[in-house]
């Protein structure tokens, strides 16, 4: 395999999938709703909530740049695709793709979080309208441009987890029911529902130790006032370890496919 | 044995576009036309030729613009509900069973909606399943038929209610060969048991020969032909392409009956009238006179076929 | 047997004879809910109440929603594909039945994973409402209202696609009603508060069922009931003025 400007072979299907995505206005449009309701709801509850005296550490300005910056770091990313992987295996999609000359795995992940920033970046930008209406400033402004990078690696980190996830298509055939167990555990231990603070000790001790707070709670944590650059580092590793995983389980489902057919 | 259908100037316009750029496509254009009892009647066209309009009118999903129709004395888009009792409509690819259960348990649902008793319901299947060959089908999920199968199963459903009328609207798309024959060969066995009129659209002029006694050719909305099988047969169906690949260039041909359509040093294409002189003159004829490399005889297009009523129609 | 019940007697067996895969589904659905649960308790637990809200009405909340969502969306599980069924063209199937196209097409397909829904929501009450005969009369009146009304709801923004020819607004619609429901509406303030009780009418859906079924007032009742009828006659409205459009095919391809 040819090592040559790996960047660019990459980096192309990154930036064409980003620019179907952005040409897709109907599409766009459904996604900055969805956000903005979710965001009004969730940021409603939990500012009420603190309403008196803040959770866990967190005021209710605190929370509601905290929530405006999980939810955009999941809503970035398309739902169900988890089955779209695994429907791709199923389908044989995927069997064709290995065998062209190019790592399968790497270009998928490439173009799925080339989508996904395209998608953050518009999120983003709602995102901070609509905190500074409803909530004012951001506690921490430092803090708050750290968010932005950490936002992107949290994008990467979770789409490569998810395609690892999906990869179990390779043996089962169905990823489904993956998808949405997949779903709960960023909800609650990724700290997208709500900061990890609020979790019970013992539960957020465990969390703070799982791949999922790369994904939301770490970008979330620094928009919501708390500059910890450390967290930048913690999701680097993450991302690392995720990207490996997903090569491996799709090195594993090649493997199985040459031995038992497509 | 009165008429079952009449249908007198129907037209139909579609709006297309937006704003400015909005205007009319008239998709059928003043249709007349009338149907007895009994009938095996062909609605031939090509694709947009407004086939599926017109029996999407007749059936009562649809209303034209202007013009009447009458269709066992129900106008069918006043009274879709009285008229689909009476009625059994087969749509291509669309699907009346459920594709997890069995058809017989399907018909269980079909009998509800007609109203149909339960014995009545048991004769009917009994029946249909003699009929139509599918007795060992009417008992295995939908899932795990073919397709031909599943037409077959498709058919019975709606007949289940003793339909008068059948309309079918290009029943035999995507079936192979043999389940397509088979198929034609139920709709006539269908008529002659029970005297249920067929009408039948289709852009396949195999269906023509096989099942219909009358065609009607529409094209661009409008009846361009309108006559017996029979007279059609004699007319155009007579008509057959020879196609030549020829290994070095060859003397203009002349015969009588045969026209050429085009020639170039490797290929001849020529248009026998089977009337005037036989395929196998004809072969006999072109293998001895050009160095042949490759030969084949196939049907004309529909749509040489309509461009020959047509201009014949003039 | 009448048509309707016979039409779903059949979805019903349709649905289970996919066995294997219908536990399945049915037990992810309940597994996502109990994530929801799980949500909620560890929320209260750290916060207490909430504007009137505590977990024990939140949970009564929940139990009205899944009840109430999964019927809709399992049973009637047409109710959020109409614009998928007009533009294939399914529509026309029902239109060749003597039947009256729309409870017909609603009827038509059950998607099981949504009873998993309705199975956690009625266990739900059971284990946490604190049922007693008349709080459980309130809870199933208060569901099928709800049921009502999401369905007249979903139905008039599904048949939005008679006009604009694209599903996109049903789905949102959809997605945005499911969302808001979860939520009390004393979560929000002003207009959007307001919003909630009219145009996209979520917190009929779940959030004023849990408070009947707490605390029952005549009035609460009334305009539950209301509200249910208004988006029943409104879905049904809709759908019919699209239908006229639809087979005088406005939307149309030519054939």
Known sequence: MSRARPARRLGVPAALSAQRL????????????????????????WRAAAGRAPVAGYSAVALTWYIATSEAAICAIQIRLIEEIGDDIAAGTVAVELLRPLS????????????????????????????????????????VLLAVPSLVLAVAANVSLQHAVAAMAFWIRDARSAWFIYQKFIFILGGMLLPLEVLPSALHTAALRLPFMAMAYAPARLASGHFEPGLLLVQAVWLVVMLAAATAAFAAGQRRLQVVGG | MGMVIEAEGLTKHFPIGRGKHRRAVEAVAGVSFAVEAGERLAFIGPNGAGKSTSIKILTGILHPTAGDASVLGFVPWQQRRQLASRIGTLFGQRSQLWFELTPRQSFRMLAAIYDIDRATERRRIDELGALLGADDLFDVPVRSLSLGQRMRCELAACLLHEPEILFLDEPTIGLDLLAK????????????????????????????????????????????YDDSVAAMRQHLLATKLVEVGLEHPTADLALDGVTVLEQTPTLLRVSV????????????????????????????????????????AQ | MTQLAATLRSSMADAFARRASFWSQVGTMVANDAAWIAFWVIFFHRVGAVRGWDQHRILLLFAVLTTSAGFVLGVLSNTKRIPQLVNDGALD?????????????????????????????????????????????????????????????????????????????????????????????????????????????????????????DHFTVAKGAALLTAAVVMAVLGWTVFSLGLRRYTSGSAWSRG
């Not at chain 1, 989508?115 to 951001?138: D, T």
């Not at chain 2, 249920?196 to 099942?211: N, R």
């Not at chain 2, 196939?298 to 309509?306: A, S």
């Open chain 1, 22 to 45: 952005l040409a897709d206005r109907g599409g766009l449009a459904f996604s900055v709703l969805f956000y903005v309701v979710v965001v009004s709801a969730l940021s409603g509850l």
């Open chain 1, 104 to 143: 399968v795995v790497a270009v998928r992940i490439a173009m799925q979080t080339g989508r996904a920033l395209a998608r953050l970046a518009c999120l983003i930008g709602c995102g901070a309208v609509l905190a500074l209406l409803v909530a004012g400033s951001p506690p921490s402004g430092g803090a």
């Open chain 2, 181 to 224: 024959q088979r198929f034609r060969e139920m709709l006539v066995d269908l008529n002659a048991a029970a005297g249920t009129t067929i009408f039948l659209t289709s852009h396949d002029v195999a269906d023509i020969e096989h099942v219909a006694h009358r065609v009607i050719v529409i094209n661009h909305g409008s009846v361009i």
């Open chain 2, 273 to 312: 009238d089977t009337t005037r002189r036989s395929i196998r003159g004809v072969l006999d004829h072109l293998l001895d006179a050009c160095a042949v490399s490759d030969i084949s005889v196939v049907d004309p297009p529909l749509e040489q076929v309509i461009a020959e009523i047509y201009t014949a």
């Open chain 3, 93 to 213: 199937e029902v239109l060749a039945l003597p039947v009256s196209p729309l409870p017909h097409l609603l009827v038509r397909r059950i998607d099981s994973i949504n009873l998993g829904d309705v199975l956690f929501g009625i266990v739900l009450f059971a284990v946490a409402g604190h049922p007693n005969p008349e709080r459980t009369l309130v809870f199933v009146v208060a569901c099928i209202a709800s049921a009502v009304l999401l369905t007249g709801f979903l139905v008039a923004t599904g048949s939005l696609v008679f006009f604009t020819g694209s599903g996109q607004l049903g789905d949102m619609s959809l997605h945005t009603m499911l969302l808001l429901a979860n939520y009390p509406a004393e979560v929000f303030t002003g207009y959007t508060r307001a919003l909630l009780y009219t145009a996209v009418p979520a917190a009929f859906v779940a959030g004023v069922p849990a408070r009947l079924v």
